[in-house]
């Protein structure tokens, strides 16, 4: 059975740091990209970030560039999130996701399992 569990959400200060982490279990990590996609209030599923099978190669949405990081960890099979410069904008559920399409990292589509996703709220 495929998991994706995220964890790390919760209220943080504009302006603070935030980890999330996502533990998969149930398909061969290192076989598949992964990547982070937020909703925030009212709006679409937004790419923010994601990662090459060998954690090589790494992509942002502009929005997030410079503050956010992702990285991976192929031993214990979890994918991190480290968001810093957090700011009002960031506010939404946060979901994992892994795919072995080998598409367009930024799409959606790209990926086959979804995690639940966790609350990240940014106040002033």
């Known amino acids: 059975q495929v ?11 504009a302006g603070g740091p935030l980890r999330l982490s996502c533990a998969v279990s149930g398909f061969t990590f ?3 990209t992964m990547g982070w996609f937020r909703r925030a209030p009212g709006k679409g599923r937004e790419f ?4 090459s099978r ?3 190669n790494r992509y942002y949405a502009d929005s997030v560039k410079g503050r956010f990081t992702i990285s991976r960890d192929n031993a214990k099979n ?6 810093n410069s957090l700011k009002p904008e ?3 559920v ?6 072995q399409r ?8 790209t990926y086959d399992y979804w995690g639940q996703g966790t609350q990240v709220t940014v106040s002033l």
């Not at 998991?3 to 200060?13: A, I, P």
């Not at 923010?48 to 990662?51: R, T």
């Not at 946060?94 to 795919?99: E, F, I």
């Open 54 to 56: 060998s954690g090589s």
């Open 3 to 13: 998991q994706l569990v995220e964890s790390g959400g919760g209220v943080v200060q």
């Open 102 to 109: 080998g598409g367009l990292m930024f799409r959606a589509d």
């Open 94 to 99: 946060y979901y994992c996701a892994g795919g």
């Open 78 to 83: 979890t994918v991190l999130l480290q968001m």
């Open 48 to 51: 923010v970030a994601a990662i």
């Open 90 to 92: 960031d506010t939404a």
């Open 30 to 32: 290192n076989s598949y």
